[in-house]
Structure formats: C-alpha cells, structure tokens
C-alpha cells in the first residue's frame, strides 16, 4: 500500500504537471525564440514560464528547490526533502518542434529520488510513479522491458550525442539505436517498457535525470551513473558523471559491453 506521504506527493506531481501542460499552450513548439545560456543551451520564455507555474504548485515551506531554471541558493541542502525540476527538458526540440520534450518533475527524499513524474504534452503521454506505488503510463501500470539480452534491444540514444559522432563505436553493436531528444523522456520511456536501455555518454544534471531514475527505479529497473556508482541527488554540485538506465536483466549485459 502506498503511504499517504507519497500519495499526497504524486498528487502534487500531478497536478503541477497539469498546470504545466496548461502553461505550455500559450507556446507554439517550432515557433518560438530562444535565447542561448552558458554552454550553447537554449531557453525560452515557456521554460521559465512553466518554473513559475511548478514551483507555485509544488513548494511547501520545510522543503528545498533545485531547477534548471531556478538561480540556486544552497538552502536546499539542509532539506530533507527537494523538488528536482526541469521544466522543460529537451529545449532544443521544442524550439525546432520536434516532439521529444517534456516536463520533468522528481521528489528527492535523503539523496534518493523516490517519486517522479514526466509529461510529453506534444504527445500526450503522462509517465508516473513513487517507489511505493510503482508507475502508471497513461494512468495504466507499466513496468520496464524484461528482455534479457542486448540482442535485438531498443536503446534511446540522445541525438546531440549521435549528431557529433559519440556513438559511432557502437555502429556494430547487436542492439537497435534510436537518436532521440530530452533525456528525461528517454528515461521515462525506459520505466514504461517502451524501450530497453537508455544511457548518456556526456555529463547530466540532477535535474535532467532526477525524475526519470525516480520512475525507472519505481518500476522495476536499474540506474546507474556513467562511473558505475549509485544517483545521489540534491548534491551541492547537481552535475553528474551521465547515467545508464534499464530492464532489471540487462545491467549486467550492458556494464560487461561498456567495460
């Protein structure tokens, strides 16, 4: 059963996802400027529109705040508990219209992510979950890929990583490699069993991942950082090594390919 603390959190999840999506018809994806941070990253006025729109949802007085869009104070890290948010992860496709993007929400309780939620408003799909609860797709549960072997699997790869030739050394590899926007979303895709494998081969953010290691770990599957060690999140520094993701029988087949 799950306990009323989680309950109460994915209904919060919930409804600030709503109110995103709400948030985020005002914006035509495709049609829309952007404007570029530090390190070639875009940004739009519906990323920081929709920040306003979840932390308003979201916040209760003891908890702390960690956003991509969010200038950080550190008060977070006396908190226990931490909302980990991106409201708009895969900018990049949204400004092109490509419809890999979402809304990323995790609550992060004692380093652990333990509740996540991913909405995908261009195609309408809401990925959902708490470690008490497992996670729903579309309101439906969903649990990840139960393949055992790399053979033949679906593996998200991030476009921007395919596009600069990062993963030509695995061209010949027995899996199926699909260039795909937002992390976040793959992840989420990952914890719904709509794909195997997801793994990044470049640095993320806690905010890029939080959630969907939350919703990924709820269902059934495995994560890891690129250094083969546990997510910690709410870390004074949230950048982290990258992050390997999948069913629960192809850990081992993937950390013995990667080496």
């Excluded at 530090?38 to 739009?44: I, K, L």
Aim: with cysteine; hydrophobic share 40%; charged share 25%.
């Amino acid at each position: 059963m799950p306990s009323s603390n989680s309950a109460e959190t994915l209904e919060r999840i919930h409804a600030a996802l709503e109110a995103a999506r709400e948030v985020l018809t005002r914006f035509t994806a495709g049609d829309i400027e952007a404007k570029f941070k530090v390190g070639d990253d875009p940004v739009t006025a519906a990323d920081r529109a929709v920040d306003d729109v979840l932390r308003k949802a979201l916040l209760r007085p003891g908890e702390g705040w960690l956003s991509e869009e969010t200038v950080d104070d550190f008060t977070r890290l006396d908190k226990t508990r931490v909302w980990v948010v991106d409201p708009l992860d895969g900018t990049r496709e949204f400004v092109q219209g490509i419809p890999e993007y979402c809304v990323s929400i995790a609550m992060v309780e004692n380093n652990v992510p333990v509740a996540g939620g991913i909405c995908n408003p261009a195609t309408n799909e809401l990925i959902m979950g708490s470690r008490d609860t497992g996670v729903t797709y579309n309101g439906k549960p969903a649990q990840p890929s139960q393949r055992k072997d790399l053979r033949g699997a679906l593996v998200l790869a991030s476009r921007s990583e395919v596009k600069r030739g990062e993963w030509k050394q695995f061209e010949s590899a027995d899996f199926n490699i699909r260039p795909m926007g937002s992390v976040a979303y793959k992840l989420g895709l990952v914890a719904a069993g709509l794909a195997d494998l997801t793994f990044t081969l470049v640095p993320k953010n806690e905010w890029d991942v939080a959630a969907g290691a939350a919703l990924v770990e709820a269902a059934g599957g495995w994560t890891l950082k690129l250094d083969h060690t546990p997510l910690r999140c709410n870390q004074k520094n949230p950048l982290i090594t990258g992050l390997l993701a999948g069913g629960p029988f192809l850990r081992d087949p993937l950390l013995l390919m990667l080496g």
